[in-house]
């Protein structure tokens, strides 16, 4: 149960901005949202996460509804690096929770 | 600063044979992890270590085992392969009650 839900797959051009969706309508109050990326061949790489209010780091901007219901990763300019699967996943904290990762969304981006 | 480093990077086993994933991290991270990743898969929990002495099952633990004597080191022992074990595995660390994972680059294991 990987408690969020994503689109398989996402096409966008490069140099456009892109918008990766993830609903995660049964979470809980304390969850964190977190998103990670993973390249071809290689292990995933964090991104961002965020509990309530957005959020902006060099790589990405997190944009999370205010019921927390659902959030959208935000990629200000999309180049051809960014093409990975991305993962969006609940954080509920503590030492022993590992983070599940779903099947994530396939961005594809077209030169 | 090397992260996290998985060794080796590929393997070929035959059925029934054993081996040892090594995972090291430099980081000083309490919790570490070790997934599978199966093609088209996400990354699914094997076993994870919220610090030196202490090992807990994920979601898919039969068949491997694990052990951290250290706070650097979380080895996976494969102790009689099987073609379903055939995966990429990852190992992850972080510090304890943040969920950045550390990844490393994987560890490609064929069992024929």
């Known amino acids: 149960d990987a408690k969020t839900t994503q689109p398989n797959s996402m096409e966008s051009n490069e140099e456009e901005p892109v918008h990766l969706p993830c609903n995660h309508s049964t979470i809980s109050g304390t969850d964190y949202i977190h998103w990670y990326r993973q390249l071809p061949s290689q292990g995933p790489e964090y991104v961002i996460h965020?509990?309530?209010s957005n959020v902006n780091n060099r790589m990405a901007s997190l944009a999370i509804a205010e019921d927390r219901k659902s959030s959208t990763l935000i990629l200000h300019r999309a180049t051809l690096r960014d093409a990975a699967v991305y993962y969006c996943?609940?954080?509920?904290?503590?030492?022993?929770?590992?983070?599940?990762f779903g099947k994530g969304t396939h961005l594809i981006i077209q030169p | 600063n090397a992260g996290v480093t998985q060794t080796p990077k590929f393997q070929v086993l035959k059925t029934g044979q054993s081996m040892t994933l090594q995972c090291a991290q430099d980081m000083n991270h309490e919790y570490m992890s070790w997934y599978r990743q199966d093609p088209g898969m996400g990354l699914r929990l094997i076993h994870y270590s919220v610090g030196a002495g202490i090992t807990d099952q994920g979601e898919v633990p039969n068949g491997y085992n694990v052990s951290r004597s250290t706070t650097e080191d979380f080895p996976l022992r494969l102790l009689s392969a099987a073609p379903s074990q055939t995966s990429v595995y990852f190992c992850a660390s972080r510090q304890a009650n943040t969920g950045e994972l550390f990844f490393g680059e994987g560890s490609r294991l064929t069992v024929l």
């Open positions: 996943i609940r954080y509920s904290g503590g030492g022993a929770d590992g983070l599940t």
């Open positions: 965020g509990l309530t």
